[in-house]
Every structure is written in structure tokens, then in C-alpha cells.
């Protein structure tokens, strides 16, 4: 436990001082945002309808930016084989650094949301929803990710492999989160929906550590 | 009574049998020194003892129990130190040192502690930079101050004199000499001199696939 907030307070003091990885995704995602109300033309109709897809679409795309580098660095200096060695448990490890990219990239990407939403004059009664689901979904992002990010270790060109092995996975998080926020939309419940994404976290949480420390152990090898 | 010991070690790197049938035994205080030319398994020897790399047979144990099979509880016994110094470039070499020595000892004196082992290689007045100002030799003394800052019992060094000047590689003999004294066990890898007193030497070329002949095939 005292490895796992040592962890998390060393990265998120990295992200802090070499720090363009959040303003970065944050500046990626309203810009991805942005370029819809171009590309399909400024009906008011149209954008709402779109709103919460195109929200949650830009979401994943940024929040994947900075995952190749979430164990790339410690990985090419040689923390991760001292991490690997160290007395903590590399599953714990793991999970500290996937947290602290959670807290970096996907806690500014809720934040964010509900601006870019009157930007696509979505309906004000799906706000609420939009901030629960991305609130939701985004942990599991960083989890599937953090999987992904272990397996490219050492490969080249690893931040396209990148998106081609977890944004398959990121398909379910996607469906559950537009359906929710389009479900308060249209006046329905949304519970099942939200029950569901609650699910996948509680499965990622202990699933995607434990497959992520598999595939650093074999990165160190 | 501590003993660290390998039996029947055999390294395969990349299809290519690197050592086998390698024997090695160490107990409180021991030394052992890892010689022999390039390509001949110091590293990956050192690799295999902390448990970075699997064994294609034979194994680790320490006290009688294989390392492997609890690979915490041997993380927690050890310190390595490889190729790579593991120095944060935006971190500075307090922090450094702090952040690792924080992962195995707690408490309010910690920063004395790290204070003391910067001190130990004379980098005290370092304490704040920045590792990206450091130099190659100053940045092995970050992380050869980082198993001084937190005790360990069996130190992995491999190529630990690399870019050090001749000062630093005396003090360094002085603190293996005195790890030695308090009970500890180190393998080092060396090319270069380095004076330990009483260290049993092993040449991995007397191990290499050439020179060892197997009945059995292990060729993947």
C-alpha cells in the first residue's frame, strides 16, 4: 500500500514537471471536437444527435495519446527492471502508474467534456449522464491501455501496434457510454447501462494489473 | 546464517546456450567476482541471480528456498545495479534516491538516510539538481548511492566501476568491504579492477557451451 502512493506521487510528479501530457490531451480532445461541426456543417440538429458519440469518440483517441510512454521511459532507463525487483508487488506497481495516468489524462478529458458538449448543443439533461459515464469508462480506458502499453515495450513503431490492439477492446466501454448518455436523452433510464460499464471496471481492475505485469516481466527479460 | 546459490544454471539467450552446468555459493559476507570476455554471461549470470530472467534449468535458492517462487520476498532482499542507472532526467538526485529507498524502508529519517548515502559518494552537493544535468559517472553514483540509502543483504553489480573516477571506484571498495563486514553478499561483474578482499572468482568461460561438453541436446 505505502509502494503503491509512493508510485502514484512519483508519477504524477513527473507528469507535473515534464507535464505537456495533459494540456496535450485535453488540447487534442476539444480540437477533435471541434473539427465535426466543420466536417458535417454547423445544423444544430445534426451535432446534437452526434454529440454524445463524437464526445466520447474524441475521449479514447485521447486518451490514448500518452500511453505508449506509460512504461516506454521507465522501461529505456531502467526503472522498470528495478520496479520488477523492487519488494512491491509489480501487479500494485502497475496499477499506481495506470492511476496516475487516469489522474493525468482522463480526469481533465470529464472536465473538459460538458464545454464541448454545449459546443455540439447537446441536450443540458444529458450533462449529468455524460459526466458519469465518462467517469465510468475512462478508469477502463486506462486499464485496457495500460495492457497494451506493456505489450508494445521494445517494439518499433509501438504506438500505432498500440491502437490497433486496444481500440477493439475499447468498443464495448464505447457502445455502453453513447448509449447511456443518448438513453437520458431520450427520457429512458440509463441504469443498465451504467450497471454494465461498472462491470467492465470491476473486471479491468484486477484482469488488465495482473495481464500488464505479465508483459512487463517479459519486457525485462 | 544466510546462503545464496545457484546449481545447474544454464542460460539460453536468443537460441544460443550461454553458460551451463554453472554452480555458484555464497554466504554472509562472501564475495564473488564474475570474469570472462565479452559475450560470456556475466550480465546475463547477474540477470538470472535477481530474477529478471528465467533459468532454462537449474536454480536460484536462497536459504534452501528457490528465489523464483516468492520473487518479492527476493526483490526485497537484493539490489541491482545494471547497465542503465534508472536516474528520472526532471527528478532531482534526492528525489531519485528517495523514491527508491522509499519503496523498501519507511519511516521519519529516511531523508537523513539518503543524505548519508549521497554523502557516502560524495554528490551531497547534488542533492538538488536535476538528473539531466548529471554526467555519465555522477549518474552511476546516483544509483550506487540508492543501495547504500536502503539495506539489503546480497548486492547484483554489474559493471558497477563504469565511468567512475578512480576515487569513487576506492570508496566504492570501501563500502562493499563494509556490507561485507555487516554480513552482506555481493556478486560483482568486472572488467576493470576492483580490489575485494577474500572473493572467490568465477570465469564464466569455463562454463560456455564450447568448452562444456552435454550429452543432452537443450537447443530450442
Same mark, same amino acid.
Given at each position: 500500500?505505502?509502494?503503491?502512493?509512493? =508510485?502514484?506521487?512519483?508519477?504524477?510528479?513527473?507528469?507535473?514537471?515534464?507535464?505537456? $501530457?495533459?494540456?496535450?490531451?485535453?488540447?487534442?480532445?476539444?480540437?477533435?471536437?471541434? *473539427?465535426?461541426?466543420?466536417?458535417?456543417?454547423?445544423?444544430? %440538429?445534426?451535432?446534437?444527435?452526434?454529440?454524445?458519440?463524437?464526445?466520447?469518440?474524441?475521449?479514447?483517441?485521447?486518451?490514448?495519446?500518452?500511453?505508449?510512454?506509460?512504461?516506454?521511459?521507465?522501461?529505456?532507463?531502467?526503472?522498470? /527492471?528495478?520496479?520488477? #525487483?523492487?519488494?512491491?508487488?509489480?501487479?500494485?506497481?502497475?496499477?499506481?502508474?495506470?492511476?496516475?495516468?487516469?489522474?493525468?489524462?482522463?480526469? !481533465?478529458?470529464?472536465?473538459?467534456? !460538458?464545454?464541448?458538449?454545449?459546443?455540439?448543443?447537446?441536450?443540458?439533461?444529458?450533462?449529468?449522464?455524460?459526466?458519469?459515464?465518462?467517469?465510468? +469508462?475512462?478508469?477502463?480506458?486506462?486499464?485496457?491501455?495500460?495492457?497494451?502499453?506493456?505489450?508494445?515495450?521494445?517494439?518499433?513503431?509501438?504506438?500505432?501496434?498500440?491502437?490497433?490492439?486496444?481500440?477493439?477492446?475499447?468498443?464495448?466501454?464505447?457502445?455502453?457510454?453513447?448509449?447511456?448518455?443518448?438513453?437520458?436523452?431520450?427520457?429512458?433510464?440509463?441504469?443498465?447501462?451504467?450497471?454494465?460499464?461498472?462491470?467492465?471496471?470491476?473486471?479491468?481492475?484486477?484482469? &488488465?494489473?495482473?495481464?500488464?505485469?505479465?508483459?512487463?516481466?517479459?519486457?525485462?527479460? | 546464517?544466510? /546462503?545464496?546459490?545457484?546449481?545447474?544454471?544454464? &542460460?539460453?539467450?536468443?537460441?544460443?546456450?550461454?553458460?551451463? %552446468?554453472?554452480?555458484?555459493?555464497?554466504?554472509?559476507?562472501?564475495?564473488?567476482?564474475? =570474469?570472462?570476455?565479452?559475450?560470456?554471461?556475466?550480465?546475463?549470470?547477474?540477470?538470472?541471480?535477481? +530474477?529478471?530472467?528465467?533459468?532454462?534449468?537449474?536454480?536460484?535458492?536462497?536459504?534452501?528456498?528457490?528465489?523464483? /517462487?516468492?520473487?518479492?520476498?527476493?526483490?526485497?532482499? *537484493?539490489?541491482?545495479?545494471?547497465? #542503465?542507472?534508472?536516474?528520472?532526467?526532471?527528478?532531482?538526485?534526492?528525489? %531519485?534516491?528517495?523514491?527508491?529507498?522509499?519503496?523498501?524502508?519507511?519511516?521519519? $529519517?529516511?531523508?537523513?538516510?539518503?543524505?548519508?548515502?549521497?554523502?557516502?559518494?560524495?554528490?551531497?552537493?547534488?542533492?538538488?539538481?536535476?538528473?539531466?544535468?548529471?554526467?555519465?559517472?555522477?549518474?552511476?553514483?546516483? %544509483?550506487?548511492?540508492?543501495?547504500?540509502?536502503?539495506?539489503?543483504?546480497?548486492?547484483?553489480?554489474?559493471?558497477?566501476?563504469?565511468?567512475? $573516477?578512480?576515487?569513487?571506484?576506492?570508496?566504492?571498495?570501501?563500502?562493499?568491504?563494509?556490507?561485507?563486514?555487516?554480513?552482506?553478499?555481493?556478486?560483482?561483474?568486472?572488467?576493470?579492477?576492483?580490489?575485494? /578482499?577474500?572473493?572467490?572468482?568465477?570465469?564464466?568461460?569455463?562454463?560456455?557451451?564450447?568448452?562444456?561438453?552435454?550429452?543432452?541436446?537443450?537447443?530450442?
Amino acid at each position: 500500500m505505502i509502494g503503491f502512493v509512493q =508510485i502514484l506521487r512519483r508519477d504524477l510528479r513527473l507528469a507535473q514537471r515534464q507535464g505537456m $501530457d495533459s494540456v496535450m490531451a485535453v488540447m487534442f480532445f476539444v480540437i477533435a471536437v471541434v *473539427l465535426f461541426p466543420f466536417g458535417v456543417g454547423p445544423e444544430p %440538429n445534426i451535432l446534437a444527435r452526434i454529440a454524445a458519440g463524437v464526445i466520447w469518440v474524441a475521449a479514447l483517441l485521447s486518451s490514448m495519446l500518452s500511453l505508449e510512454r506509460l512504461f516506454q521511459t521507465d522501461y529505456e532507463d531502467g526503472s522498470l /527492471e528495478l520496479l520488477t #525487483l523492487s519488494p512491491i508487488t509489480l501487479e500494485v506497481a502497475v496499477l499506481a502508474k495506470i492511476t496516475a495516468h487516469w489522474l493525468t489524462t482522463g480526469l !481533465p478529458l470529464i472536465i473538459a467534456a !460538458p464545454l464541448l458538449a454545449v459546443l455540439l448543443n447537446m441536450s443540458v439533461s444529458g450533462f449529468p449522464m455524460l459526466i458519469l459515464a465518462l467517469a465510468l +469508462g475512462t478508469p477502463s480506458l486506462s486499464l485496457i491501455g495500460g495492457v497494451g502499453a506493456a505489450l508494445i515495450l521494445g517494439s518499433r513503431r509501438g504506438g500505432v501496434l498500440l491502437s490497433l490492439l486496444i481500440l477493439p477492446l475499447y468498443i464495448p466501454v464505447l457502445i455502453f457510454g453513447v448509449s447511456a448518455v443518448d438513453a437520458v436523452i431520450g427520457g429512458f433510464e440509463a441504469k443498465a447501462q451504467l450497471l454494465i460499464m461498472a462491470g467492465f471496471l470491476l473486471a479491468a481492475l484486477p484482469l &488488465c494489473p495482473w495481464a500488464a505485469a505479465a508483459a512487463l516481466r517479459q519486457s525485462v527479460e | 546464517m544466510s /546462503e545464496f546459490s545457484g546449481k545447474d544454471l544454464t &542460460c539460453i539467450r536468443g537460441q544460443r546456450r550461454v553458460f551451463a %552446468n554453472l554452480d555458484f555459493n555464497l554466504h554472509d559476507g562472501g564475495a564473488l567476482v564474475l =570474469i570472462g570476455p565479452n559475450g560470456s554471461g556475466k550480465s546475463s549470470l547477474l540477470r538470472l541471480m535477481a +530474477g529478471l530472467l528465467p533459468a532454462a534449468a537449474g536454480a536460484v535458492s536462497w536459504d534452501g528456498a528457490v528465489t523464483s /517462487e516468492d520473487p518479492e520476498a527476493h526483490g526485497g532482499r *537484493l539490489h541491482y545495479v545494471g547497465h #542503465l542507472d534508472a536516474v528520472k532526467p526532471v527528478l532531482s538526485v534526492a528525489e %531519485n534516491i528517495l523514491f527508491w529507498a522509499s519503496l523498501r524502508v519507511g519511516g521519519p $529519517d529516511l531523508p537523513d538516510r539518503v543524505a548519508a548515502a549521497l554523502e557516502a559518494f560524495g554528490i551531497l552537493h547534488l542533492s538538488d539538481i536535476p538528473g539531466r544535468f548529471l554526467s555519465a559517472g555522477q549518474k552511476r553514483r546516483v %544509483n550506487l548511492a540508492r543501495i547504500i540509502a536502503a539495506p539489503a543483504p546480497l548486492w547484483l553489480l554489474d559493471e558497477p566501476t563504469t565511468a567512475l $573516477d578512480r576515487a569513487t571506484i576506492d570508496a566504492l571498495e570501501g563500502h562493499i568491504a563494509a556490507h561485507r563486514a555487516a554480513g552482506g553478499m555481493v556478486v560483482v561483474s568486472t572488467h576493470s579492477e576492483l580490489h575485494l /578482499e577474500a572473493a572467490q572468482k568465477l570465469d564464466l568461460a569455463a562454463y560456455s557451451a564450447g568448452s562444456v561438453t552435454l550429452d543432452m541436446d537443450l537447443a530450442i
